[in-house]
């Protein structure tokens, strides 16, 4: 991957929950008010209120209260950095998420999922993370094997590929996820062949999505050709999908699977040495993967070039053109993307530089929604994944920028006057001599 998770920080901040009023929390908007007069005056007490309220209502019966809790929740991890109060408390947040996750309606199954996510992206790389994902994983599972609403399975999707980003510590944790999200993407090489099933087009674009943002982190782990012959001839097949949003998702994963020499049979000869392959077998790999560059090459031209037509969405054609264009400048000339997201003052930007990366910014940019730049610039996760430094100066308020400016002057005056000491003493010591 663009950067390895096994060093990646546990996030962290010190933005704080809060209510001044028990009656606030009757709307989302008035709460997350209570939470910024709460940063302001650091009230523990009432900083825990709002947070135990909304616990409090994911026990109850009435599913629309609990939905309602989950909205507010959700509202809150995305705007907030909630690291200080929720290490603490997420085992029984977590706790209520997945009884949501497995008993509640659709709605309450999408809200649940990403606060899974959310909560595991807050708490950072670590043990919680870790528990996070044993404990979510097989309710996750279940929705995906149920094949129930697209939503449903959109979001489990999702949050199953956050929580094994984060927290995964080995490539048999990663591959688990991985098959799961195979299953659906492919459903012949799944559990169920019984029963063979087609994934909706939104279903399947999500599926090969998070597939894909998973598969950034194998990186380090060297796996032999074989096992990636299967998946990488289907994901060539779906690039002919009639689905704009499947062809694209296919075309990122095998970019991917180029920028990771998956298909290069060459760089994985040391990993098989134990496979007992013949030099037969090998030359038909090859030769195998020869013809499936060419061919993904190809179709990446033609989509590339892909004209509008009568009724075409001519926004979603540019970004397909766009992107198949970068695949194909990747696989000719090894040109990787490039992208920047200004985050915060005049010198603080986001820049990503391979496709691992690109990919994961897509990703985590569209999980956290309108709470990206608020994680990017207080998540040390985030902040680890994207190696970003943030400049603290910017986001000061105009009386802490003054006092910090005068600090660094009282810095700057003292070492002056110490540089001037020193001279003079140098000085007089010459002249001495002298």
Not at 102 to 123: D, N, P
Not at 170 to 190: C, F, N, Q, R
Not at 221 to 235: G, M, Q, V, Y
Request: contains cysteine; proline residues 2%; aromatic residues 6%.
């Amino acid at each position: 991957m663009g950067k390895s998770k096994k060093s990646k920080a546990r996030g962290g901040g010190d933005d704080q929950l809060d209510s001044s009023d028990a009656d606030s929390v009757g709307s989302s908007s008035t709460a997350l008010s209570d939470l910024s007069i709460s940063y302001a005056t650091e009230h523990v007490n009432s900083q825990e209120f709002v947070l135990d309220k909304y616990i409090d209502d994911l026990y109850e019966k009435r599913g629309s209260t609990r939905e309602a809790a989950l909205v507010k929740l959700v509202d809150a991890f995305e705007s907030f950095m909630l690291h200080g109060l929720v290490e603490n408390k997420y085992a029984t947040l977590l706790c209520q998420f997945n009884n949501s996750v497995k008993k509640g309606s659709t709605k309450e199954v999408f809200l649940a999922s990403r606060a899974i996510g959310l909560l595991a992206i807050t708490l950072g790389a670590g043990s919680s993370s870790h528990e996070i994902m044993e404990e979510s994983h097989p309710q996750l599972c279940r929705v995906l094997q149920a094949w129930s609403d697209a939503s449903k399975m959109i979001s489990a999707l999702d949050c199953l590929a956050v929580i094994t980003f984060v927290g995964a510590t080995d490539l048999a944790e990663t591959e688990l996820s991985l098959k799961a999200m195979w299953d659906v993407i492919h459903p012949k090489s799944g559990s169920n062949v019984g029963t063979v099933r087609k994934p909706k087009p939104p279903v399947l674009a999500a599926a090969i999505s998070a597939w894909t943002f998973l598969l950034t982190t194998i990186g380090s782990w060297r796996i032999n050709t074989d096992s990636w012959k299967e998946p990488i001839a289907f994901l060539s097949t779906l690039l002919e999908a009639e689905d704009r949003a499947v062809r694209m998702a296919a075309g990122e994963a095998l970019a991917l699977c180029f920028e990771l020499n998956l298909l290069d049979v060459s760089s994985c000869e040391d990993g098989d040495a134990n496979t007992g392959r013949t030099g037969g077998s090998k030359n038909k790999l090859f030769l195998d993967m020869q013809a499936l560059k060419a061919k993904i090459s190809g179709l990446a031209s033609n989509l590339s070039a892909e004209a509008g037509g009568k009724g075409a969405d001519k926004k979603n054609l540019t970004d397909q053109k766009d992107l198949f264009q970068r695949i194909l400048d990747f696989v000719k000339y090894g040109e990787c993307p490039e992208e920047s997201i200004k985050i915060a003052g005049k010198r603080d930007v986001l820049r990503v530089s391979s496709w691992s990366e690109l990919i994961q910014l897509n990703f985590l940019k569209r999980f956290l929604g309108k709470g990206f730049l608020k994680h990017v610039k207080e998540n040390g996760l985030l902040q680890d994944i994207f190696d970003i430094k943030v400049d603290t100066t910017e986001t000061l308020s105009s009386t802490d920028k003054k006092i910090f400016r005068s600090e660094e002057e009282k810095e700057r005056a003292l070492k002056l006057n110490k540089e001037r000491r020193l001279a003079q003493a140098r000085k007089n010591a010459a002249m001495l001599v002298e």
